[in-house]
């Protein structure tokens, strides 16, 4: 039920009037206020709709996270050696429960043994292009490592970081990296194995 207001007219002097005023404006704001019922109300009908919004995002939050991208990876190294470079096969399978995307040109990083970041010029294929990785399946990108032994070969070269999924694998058993050694990389084909190009 609301509160009726009623005006009440007052002849005082102007400076009287000035303060009158600024009283009958704050008797005003307090008596007038608007019906608690109808406040509690609607305060009442915006947090179901807050509870409604919460509740929304937190099953969107859980259907994301039961659909993720797991990826697992792993280096198969492939038999002989052509002209100073020695091949792998970097196997890369989806665990999850959704598709990924894997980059046409993964970060790769030749590592040492405390995993420090060693520098290897790159050697890229161009037409390489990303690739549609379905939950289950694997692909392959066959990756070369060339070295000509001339010095200065002062470091050891122990692991390849992949990034995604962000794991260092063993990469060539502590062989020494020379100044000049190439670091190339293929496409991505379906499958578990990619032949050297």
Known sequence: MYRMCRSVEISV?????????????????????????????????????????????????????????????????????????????????????????????????????????????????????AFHLAAGASATEAIGYGTDANPPCAVETTYLRLTPPGVDLPFRSGAQHCGDDVLSTGAWVAGNYAPPQ
């Open 13 to 129: 002097s102007r400076r009287a009037a000035v303060l009158a005023g600024a009283a009958v404006g704050t008797l005003s704001l307090l008596g007038c206020a608007s019906n608690p019922s109808t406040s509690a109300a609607t305060a009442t009908g915006d947090q179901a709709q807050g509870q409604a919004q919460t509740q929304g995002q937190t099953q969107g939050q859980s259907q994301s996270q039961s659909q993720s991208c797991d990826l697992a990876a792993q280096l198969v190294k492939l038999p002989g050696v052509a002209s100073g470079t020695t091949y792998w096969d970097l196997v890369v399978t989806d665990q999850g429960s959704a598709a990924c995307t894997l980059p046409a040109q993964p970060q790769l990083a030749v590592l040492g043994p405390e995993h420090q970041r060693i520098a290897v010029k790159l050697d890229a294929d161009p037409t390489a292009k």
